[in-house]
């Protein structure tokens, strides 16, 4: 058999798995209600009541949430809110920033975690870098250390300490992070850990289009709309494959940028793509 032969088999019986009948799925699912363990898409709550609501509960498995809005306006801040309450709530995550590198993440979670310890009054992002910055004395060489005497700042790595090992950052590239370096790594922690992770893309215009086999310029030649076109469909078809729910940032094109002016699906870059 030939290496094209092989693969045209392997095709085939992949396509073949993915075929069941009515039955098999009535009867699979009564086996695994038999058993006393929930059926259907697994559900990842966002920690915010009335969102969860409206999703009925939450994130679910095989979804691909796009979260649209023009810069400056928190879309970081609330993706890392969603997986901090996921986290804390015993769920993991893997968060891939394109935009932002592991010490910026760090930093944004312990203001976060400071307030939700000492509300209005906790420590502000402006005061944590400072002391990152700032040499101190023997006795505040370590991260609780530089914050002693802040509010809330002490108890915030504490806290992100308790939680750390659920939440994992990726450091993704325009350049070499594609959907299929983003489905490997989530088998890799879901194989490593036994949990399928919620997975944060951090956002979806620079995550790169993979170029077809025996095409390496393909990805080049793509115009944006077609490139971001090759972006959903993996991220959507890795949703579905790998039963995980995916949360995407998306960045606004220029229309979307006019003061008061609410954005939509129209105002997103790639927005037929999207839409």
Do not use: C
């Not at 810069?71 to 935009?99: D, I, M, W, Y």
């Not at 809330?152 to 939680?163: D, H, N, P, R, S």
């Amino acid at each position: 058999m030939t290496l094209q032969e092989s693969s045209i088999t392997q095709e085939a019986t992949t396509q073949t798995e993915r075929l069941k009948t009515l039955r098999a799925v009535l009867e699979e699912t009564n086996e695994v209600l038999s058993a006393d363990e929930p059926a259907g898409a697994k559900v990842w709550p966002s920690g915010f009541a009335h969102l969860d609501s409206l999703l009925t509960g939450g994130f679910r498995a095989g979804e691909l949430v796009l979260l649209g809005g023009g810069p400056g306006l928190g879309k970081t801040t609330f993706a890392l809110q969603v997986a901090r309450n996921l986290v804390v709530s015993g769920h993991s995550v893997v968060f891939f920033s394109f935009e932002h590198d592991y010490h910026s993440l760090l930093e944004r979670l312990i203001v976060m975690e400071a307030a939700e310890i000492a509300g209005p009054v906790a420590v502000q992002l402006p005061t944590v870098r400072q002391a990152f910055r700032t040499s101190h004395g023997p006795d505040r060489m370590m991260m609780e250390g530089r914050l002693f005497g802040t509010e809330g700042g002490v108890e915030a790595v504490e806290a992100l300490e308790g939680y750390g090992d659920r939440l994992y950052l990726h450091r993704s590239s325009g350049a070499q992070t594609d959907v299929e370096v983003m489905r490997s790594t989530i088998e890799a922690i879901r194989e490593r850990t036994g949990r399928t992770p919620f997975v944060v893309v951090d956002y979806l215009q620079k995550v790169k289009a993979a170029a077809l086999p025996g095409d390496r310029r393909r990805s080049v030649l793509l115009s944006e709309e077609d490139r971001i076109t090759v972006v959903v469909e993996g991220l959507k078809d890795m949703s579905l494959d790998l039963s995980v729910a995916v949360l995407a940032l998306v960045a606004v094109d220029k229309s979307g940028l006019a003061a008061a002016t609410r954005t939509r699906v129209r105002d997103l870059r790639g927005s037929s793509a999207l839409a």
